[in-house]
């Protein structure tokens, strides 16, 4: 099967400590964002990744931190900086040809801050 | 900067009804627009992707307009069913690589 996969589903962090949350595409896409979802908000970019070992900051990169080791690879780190980081985050892909090809999301990670 | 809204915020109606979603941006300097579906405590669902130059994509029960000049988007759902309930989501891509959400439609359809 083809597509994106984010793990955990569900992820408890203590104040202070740094959590990793994965994502795996095997689509082969190029492109690869990371999305934070709050509650009656739309999504709000983090960061995105046009290429291995490249990455760019989004509108909400504080706190956060990426790694584009491997095309099918996006890891995003949610440090101990982020103040507020009880959200959903979705992970996405895209096939960069040109800019009009479709993105497609993960099934997302919860973060809970106890 | 863009700014994509969506109207109404939530939407209930019978089974059976025909409805229309609508999505509003502010910049008409986008490549494209397309419509998800999220459930709950899930991933987006692609469900239509309308170019800048089209005017409309169908897929089955849905059909997706976009009025580029003046910035809107319509989503249309024929024949509503209990299944078709979920947040509805619209995003513009902007020339640099963006998309750029609305917040959602909440749709409950009632059986």
């Not at chain 1, 095997?26 to 290429?51: K, V």
């Amino acid at each position: 099967d083809g597509g994106i996969t984010q793990s955990p589903k569900y992820l408890f962090r203590k104040e202070g400590q740094n959590v990793t949350l994965s994502c795996e595409q095997n689509l082969n896409h190029d492109a690869m964002y990371w999305y934070r979802q709050d509650p009656g908000q739309g999504l709000r970019l983090i960061y995105y990744s046009q290429i291995v070992n490249d990455f760019q900051k989004g509108d909400i990169a504080e706190g956060y931190s990426v790694s584009r080791e491997k095309k099918e690879s996006f890891p995003l780190t949610v440090t101990s900086a982020q103040k507020n980081p009880t959200a959903f985050y979705l992970c996405a892909s895209r096939k960069k040809l040109a800019d009009y090809n479709e993105q497609f999301f993960g099934p997302g990670t919860r973060l809970t801050v106890l | 900067k863009q700014e994509v809204t969506q109207i109404p915020a939530a939407l209930s109606v019978p089974e059976g009804e025909n409805l229309v979603l609508n999505c509003s941006f502010t910049d008409s300097a986008i490549y494209n627009l397309q419509w998800f579906r999220q459930d709950p405590g899930k991933g987006l669902t692609s469900l239509l992707l309308i170019q800048s130059s089209q005017r409309e994509q169908t897929s089955g029960r849905l059909n997706a307009s976009l009025d580029k000049s003046s910035g809107r988007s319509t989503l249309y759902i024929a024949a509503s069913q209990p299944g078709d309930s979920a947040t509805y989501l619209c995003a513009v891509r902007e020339y640099g690589n963006k998309l750029v959400f609305g917040a959602g439609t909440i749709l409950r359809v009632k059986s």
